[in-house]
C-alpha cells in the first residue's frame, strides 16, 4: 500500500482547516488517515507544534483533538526523549476503524453530503462544458487517457484530481475552492467504494463520457454523468453503513489496497 | 472575519485616464502593461542566468528579486504609477528543470504575494513561499512540466502567456501567468515566470474601457474573456458562442501580447 502513496497523499492530511469545531476537525481528519492507513500502526505524529502550524490552528486546539483521538484509542503519547504521539496498533480487525466512523455519521448526514458533493460538481460540469475551449477539451482528454484508476490508492487520487479539473474548467475560483475544501473534509470518506472493484469500474467508465459531453458544449449531459458517478458512491456508503449497522461482516474490498 | 489590512478586497476608484480614448488606446494601454511586466521577467531572467554557476545561493537570489515585486503589489494595487507593472503579481518566481536542482521533480522557487482567505494558506500579510508538498490536491497532476506554462516556453524557447485561468497550485483565484525560458547555453534550466491578478488587471483597465461609448471585450487568442464591459459576456466565458457569433465583432490585437480588444462592429463603426 505504501508503495502506491506519492510523498505528498500523506501531506493532505495536515492541510489547513477551515472554521468552527476545530478540535473535532483535527481528530476527525487524523481519524480517517488512521482508517485508511496513511498513517499507519506504530507511526509518530508530527509534534503539537508542527500539527498547529499545518493546521493553521491554536495549540491548544491540537491537544484538544489529540485527546478525543486518545479516548478514542486511536493514539498514545509517550514523554521523555523519543516521545511524541504515536498511532496504536490496533487489536481490533482493520476495518472496524472504518465502522466506527460510518457508524460515527447518520444515514441522513451521509446521504445528505453526497446531495452537496454532487450538487457542487454537477455545476461545476455543466459550466466546465459551456466554457471549454477546445483545447482544453483536448487537455481533459489527454489527461484521463493516462490516468491510472486501476488500483483504489490510484483511482481515489485520480478521482478526485478528475472533479477538481472540471471545478478548474468551470472558470470559478469559487467552485474550485469549495472543492478542494470538500475533498479535504470528506475525499477519503466519500471515495471509499472506489475499493469495491465493481463500483470503480462504474464510476471511472463514466469519466470518458462526462470528457466527451465537455468536449461537445453539452452541459446537461455533463451534469447528469456526474450525478450518476456521485450517486453510485453514496449509495455504497449507505449499503456499508447498513451492513455495519446491522453487525454484518464488513466488506473486505473497503480497506483492500486502500 | 477579520478585515485584512494589508490586503484591499474592494476595488479602489481610479482616476478616468487622460487624453482621448479609443479602442486603439485601449489595446495599446494593455501593450503596456505587459511590456513592463516582461521587462521585469526579462531582468530577473538575466540575473538568474547569471548566477547559475553558483547554483547554492539560487533561491536567496529568487526570493529578493520577486518577493519586493510582490509586497508593492500589496501596497498599491491600481496605481497608474511607473511600478503599476508590479502591482499586478500576486505571485512570482523562477522553477528550475528537474535535472538542474538535484531531485526528481521541478523545482520550485516561487512566493506569493499576501493574501486574503485563501483556503490553503489562510490570510497571509507577507509573502510566503509556495511549498508543493501541501498542495496535496494537485497530486493527480503527474508532472508539472506537463502544464502549459511551463511545456511551451520548453517547446517553443518563447515568452508564454498562459490563461486566464483558475490557477488550483498557488492562489486558487484567476489569474494570468506569464513565463520566460532561463537557458544556459543550449539547455533550458526553468522558467521564470509572474502571476497576475485578473481583479487588479480589471482595477487598471476597467477605467479605459468604461471610458468608450461601446462595450468593449478583453479576450485572449482562445476568445476567452478577461475583462468586459458587456454584461452578457462576463470574464471566463469564451467569445464566440451562442449569443456572441463571431461576425458580430471586430478583433484588435493589444500589440506584444496574446491579447485581443473585441468590439462590436456596429458600435465600433460609430
Known amino acids: ?258 | 472575519m477579520m478585515p485584512s489590512s494589508t490586503t484591499p478586497e474592494t476595488a479602489r476608484p481610479t482616476a478616468r485616464p487622460a487624453g482621448r480614448t479609443t479602442y486603439v488606446s485601449c489595446a495599446t494601454e494593455v501593450g503596456d502593461i505587459f511590456a513592463r511586466v516582461f521587462r521585469t521577467l526579462d531582468d530577473w531572467r538575466d540575473q538568474i542566468a547569471a548566477a547559475v554557476p553558483d547554483r547554492a545561493d539560487l533561491d536567496i537570489l529568487v526570493e529578493s528579486l520577486v518577493v519586493p515585486a510582490l509586497l508593492a503589489s500589496a501596497d498599491s494595487p491600481a496605481a497608474d504609477t511607473p511600478s503599476a507593472a508590479e502591482s499586478l503579481l500576486i505571485g512570482a518566481g523562477f522553477i528550475a528543470a528537474p535535472q538542474y536542482v538535484n531531485g526528481r521533480d521541478a523545482h520550485f522557487a516561487w512566493w506569493l504575494g499576501p493574501l486574503a482567505s485563501n483556503p490553503l494558506l489562510g490570510n497571509t500579510s507577507g509573502a510566503s513561499r509556495l511549498d508543493l508538498a501541501t498542495r496535496v490536491h494537485t497530486e493527480y497532476l503527474r508532472d508539472f512540466r506537463e502544464l502549459e506554462w511551463y511545456a511551451v516556453p520548453a517547446a517553443t524557447n518563447q515568452t508564454h502567456v498562459t490563461g486566464p485561468y483558475v490557477d488550483q497550485l498557488c492562489t486558487c483565484d484567476y489569474i494570468i501567468t506569464l513565463t520566460k525560458p532561463v537557458r544556459l547555453g543550449e539547455r533550458m534550466i526553468g522558467v521564470v515566470g509572474a502571476d497576475i491578478y485578473v481583479k487588479r488587471l480589471e482595477q487598471v483597465l476597467l477605467p479605459h474601457f468604461l471610458a468608450l461609448a461601446g462595450p468593449v471585450v478583453l479576450v485572449n487568442q482562445s476568445g476567452r474573456v478577461v475583462i468586459s464591459t458587456e454584461p452578457t459576456l462576463p470574464a471566463g466565458d469564451i467569445l464566440p458562442n451562442r449569443r456572441h457569433p463571431a461576425d458580430g465583432y471586430d478583433l484588435l490585437p493589444c500589440p506584444g501580447t496574446p491579447f485581443l480588444i473585441a468590439t462590436r462592429i456596429a458600435l465600433a463603426a460609430i
Not at chain 1, 476545530?22 to 499507519?40: F, K, P
Not at chain 1, 498514545?76 to 460510518?102: C, M, Y
Not at chain 1, 474550485?176 to 467504494?193: D, H, K, S, Y
Open chain 1, 1 to 258: 500500500m505504501k508503495a502506491q502513496l506519492r510523498p505528498g497523499a500523506r501531506e493532505a492530511i495536515f492541510a489547513q482547516l477551515i472554521e468552527a469545531g476545530r478540535a473535532e476537525q483535527v481528530a476527525r481528519r487524523l481519524t480517517d488517515a488512521i482508517i485508511l492507513g496513511l498513517l499507519t500502526p506504530g507511526e509518530r505524529l508530527p509534534s503539537e507544534q508542527e500539527l498547529a502550524r499545518r493546521f493553521g490552528v491554536a495549540l491548544i486546539t491540537v491537544r484538544e483533538g489529540l485527546v478525543i483521538l486518545r479516548d478514542a484509542g486511536l493514539v498514545e503519547t509517550r514523554r521523555g526523549r523519543g516521545g511524541g504521539s504515536f498511532v496504536i496498533k490496533a487489536d481490533a480487525p482493520p476495518g472496524s476503524l472504518l465502522q466506527s466512523r460510518l457508524r460515527g455519521l447518520a444515514q441522513v448526514e451521509l446521504s445528505d453530503l453526497a446531495v452537496y458533493f454532487s450538487t457542487i460538481a454537477e455545476g461545476c460540469a455543466e459550466r466546465a462544458a459551456l466554457r471549454a475551449s477546445a483545447v482544453d477539451a483536448e487537455r481533459l482528454d489527454a489527461w484521463l487517457l493516462h490516468a491510472d484508476f486501476s488500483t483504489t490508492a490510484r483511482a481515489r487520487t485520480n478521482a478526485g484530481g478528475f472533479y477538481l479539473e472540471l471545478a478548474v474548467l468551470s472558470q470559478s475560483p469559487r467552485l474550485v475552492r469549495e472543492q478542494i475544501r470538500l475533498q479535504a473534509e470528506f475525499g477519503p470518506l466519500l471515495l471509499l467504494g472506489l475499493g469495491d472493484p465493481d463500483t470503480r469500474a462504474q464510476v471511472t467508465g463514466l469519466n470518458g463520457r462526462i470528457a466527451l459531453a465537455i468536449t461537445h458544449g453539452d452541459g446537461q449531459a455533463a451534469r447528469t454523468l456526474v450525478a450518476d458517478q456521485v450517486r453510485l458512491l453514496g449509495e455504497w456508503l449507505l449499503t456499508m453503513k447498513a451492513r455495519i449497522e446491522r453487525g454484518g461482516r464488513r466488506d473486505d474490498a473497503i480497506v483492500d489496497d486502500a
